[in-house]
């Protein structure tokens, strides 16, 4: 399934960060398992991430169905024990630099340019970049980002205790967060576009029978509005055509996710959605490049079958570097 473009040859003067044998780019769930076994297998291997590391997973307050933790874990702080296994076996973590350019120049040697300049080669890369939160693309949704509009209830949730809350949203995401935010909201209405929610039964048992919290369906969200912060969130009811205002403090918005692959775009075969396409080994159609986790189509977005993505990627990664 591979073909090879070759990129352009680098001058000395690009070539400023070192040869690796495997980098990682995303230090979330599946670039770090991928790290753990890489760097335990002897691999020099270096992890790239644009934030801090711990992907979004490290965001959600309490993780329930990752097999172990019958009591459920703190996102943050299992993803802090992936990463510390990582660094063990001697994986390297640059964070705060984010990817811009994949530049394959022959077999066994990937570029990898970031924002900051620097210049990693690596035998293998791979892309473990994940997926960021879509905007709604109403009004006032950027007027109103970080002055009551939120795609992070972990991160913001404490900043609205005792206030009207509106979450946009009823999936997975939207109601395991808005389970964070009733712990401080005086009162959370969520707002569901669709007849139904796709969410597990266990969360929509939970938001249902909670006092504080109110689930509606078939509503689309017009406009949120606001003054110096938001004040209100606009929905029309799809069955009725009733428009209503919905008083608010604060809005959360999980309306699904776009996976951050633009820069390998040019290189990789991707679905309608921009998800990276790869065969079981997790490979993509270039020689060496891998994709795996949030990022990778057919990916359920679950958090054990990112891990499983890492330990494949890891395991086709050896074997590839036995070959070169």
């Known amino acids: ?47 790239l991430e644009r934030e801090g590391a711990g992907g ?17 874990v703190n996102g943050a702080e299992l993803l802090d024990r992936f990463r510390r296994q990582a660094e063990r076996f001697g994986a390297e973590i640059i964070e705060f630099d984010e990817v811009v350019k ?16 620097q210049v990693y080669t690596g035998k293998t890369v791979v892309v473990a970049t994940g997926s960021r939160p879509k905007p709604l693309n109403v009004p006032g949704e950027k007027e109103f980002y970080g002055r009551g509009v939120s795609y992070c209830a972990t991160c913001d949730g404490p900043f609205f205790k005792d206030k009207n809350v509106v ?56 406009a949120i509005q606001g003054d110096k912060t938001v004040t209100g969130v606009v ?9 209503h205002l919905y008083p608010a403090d604060g809005v959360f918005i999980y309306v699904g996710y776009s996976p951050y692959s633009a820069f390998v775009a040019d290189l990789v075969e991707t679905n309608k959605w921009g998800y990276i396409v790869t065969d079981e080994k997790m490979r993509t159609k270039v020689a060496g490049l891998y994709a795996i986790g949030d ?5 359920p977005a679950q958090l054990s079958v990112s891990v499983g993505d890492g330990a494949k990627a890891a395991l086709a990664i050896r074997d590839f570097i036995l070959e070169l």
């Open 295 to 299: 990022v990778r189509a057919d990916n």
């Open 167 to 222: 979450i946009i949203g009823a999936g997975n995401s939207g109601l395991q967060e808005g389970l964070q935010v009733l712990e401080y909201a005086k009162h959370v209405t969520f707002l569901e576009f669709l007849p139904y929610t796709r969410a597990e039964h266990i969360l929509q048992e939970r938001i249902k029978s909670h006092p504080k919290s109110k689930l509606l369906f078939n509503q689309q969200v017009t």
């Open 235 to 243: 929905a029309v009811d799809r069955e009725t055509k009733a428009e």
């Open 1 to 47: 399934m591979f073909d090879f473009t070759l990129g352009s040859e680098p001058t000395k003067t690009e070539i400023s960060g070192g040869m690796y044998d495997v980098v990682i780019i995303g230090a979330g769930a599946a670039g770090l398992t991928t790290a753990i076994y890489t760097a335990r297998d002897g691999q020099k291997t270096l992890i």
């Open 56 to 72: 979004l997973a490290a965001t959600t307050e309490m993780i329930e169905n990752y097999p172990g933790f019958p009591e459920g």
């Open 102 to 117: 994949v530049n394959p120049l022959k077999a066994g040697e990937i570029e990898v340019h970031t924002e900051g300049g």
